[in-house]
């Protein structure tokens, strides 16, 4: 057999054939791709558009429609076709489809489970959304309150700590969801929307029985990390080991979680800490940061205040 003849999508094999024969394999989108992002879509029947949408997320591994992950997926050039979706739903992810993409919209049809196919198109919305990981606080009372699920966007999927968003829905520069399962109090929000703002977000949310609230990312200072500390008293300072961790999960003290901690851009503050002890965790404290040094006061069970600073000696 010849070596064979290639070209940018099709391998040409000649031997004993009579013909040459191609084998075209599937090229999904790549980052350059003008088919990467997410799209809005709408339903034609009968000569009329509905207003359905059904909306597909293109990344590069695969995609997904109203956040289900789209099975098996078969990619010819700019062509998306699958079938046989064992989790479509009438108002999800459709049973099968194909369609076509151009620079920024695509057509083609679709077919819902127990019904015939129909006209499917859709445009483009916007790229993929930033990828990478924030913090995130609610808004209680007059207080901004770090939570403990961080908001985490990757190619194919939102997430708020380990839970991933059910039925994201996308508009220009945010997404919203709704009715989100395994929704708590305090924990996963039940409903929320989130806008694009500089380099984080803003929005609102809401928990289960409660009412809506502003949710925002967290400013990334004080910058989080490691913290060695030092304590100050009659004028000399003391290397006692009392390190200071600040991650997205909250805030340790010599390894131990700070409770009720009070976190903003410049400073963080506690008291009241029932797990105190002079070898560990203050009782109470307040450190004030000015980049990647802080300084302010803490005590330790049965003292006074002492002096109290630190220098970030690993960034997270």
Not at 258 to 265: F, M, W
Request: glycine letters at 14%; charged letters at 20%.
């Amino acid at each position: 057999m010849t070596n064979p003849d290639q070209d940018i999508d099709r391998w040409t094999v000649r031997g004993r054939w009579a013909a040459p024969v191609p084998f075209t394999r599937p090229l999904p989108p790549t980052p350059r791709s003008p088919l990467i992002g997410i799209f809005d879509t709408e339903i034609g029947y009968g000569g009329r558009i509905v207003p359905e949408n059904h909306q597909i997320w293109v990344f590069a591994d695969g995609c997904r429609v109203m956040g289900v992950p789209v099975q098996r997926p078969d990619w010819k050039g700019r062509t998306l076709s699958f079938t046989q979706q064992s989790d479509a739903t009438r108002a999800g992810k459709p049973w099968a489809g194909s369609i076509t993409f151009g620079e920024s919209d695509f057509a083609g049809w679709c077919q819902f489970p127990g019904e015939g196919p129909v006209d499917w198109r859709g445009r483009l919305l916007y790229p993929e959304p930033p990828v990478g990981e924030w913090p995130m606080e609610v808004l209680e009372g007059d207080r901004w309150m770090l939570q403990p699920h961080p908001l985490r966007i990757a190619p194919g999927t939102i997430a708020i700590g380990e839970a991933s968003i059910a039925e994201p829905f996308f508009r220009a520069g945010g997404f919203s969801f709704d009715r989100q399962p395994g929704a708590t109090s305090g924990g996963v929000p039940s409903s929320g929307t989130l806008q694009q703002a500089g380099t984080g977000w803003e929005g609102t949310c809401s928990f289960p029985g409660e009412p809506s609230r502003s949710w925002r990312s967290r400013a990334p200072s004080p910058p989080y990390g490691l913290y060695r500390t030092s304590i100050g008293i009659g004028g000399r300072w003391y290397d006692e080991h009392h390190p200071v961790e600040i991650s997205g999960s909250g805030v340790r003290i010599a390894g131990v979680p700070v409770t009720g901690a009070t976190l903003d851009l410049t400073s963080l503050a506690f008291t009241n800490q029932a797990d105190a002890t002079r070898a560990g965790k203050p009782w109470a404290g307040r450190l004030r940061f000015d980049g990647t040094n802080c300084s302010g006061w803490c005590q330790f069970p049965g003292e006074g205040p002492v002096d109290w600073r630190g220098v970030l000696v690993e960034a997270r």
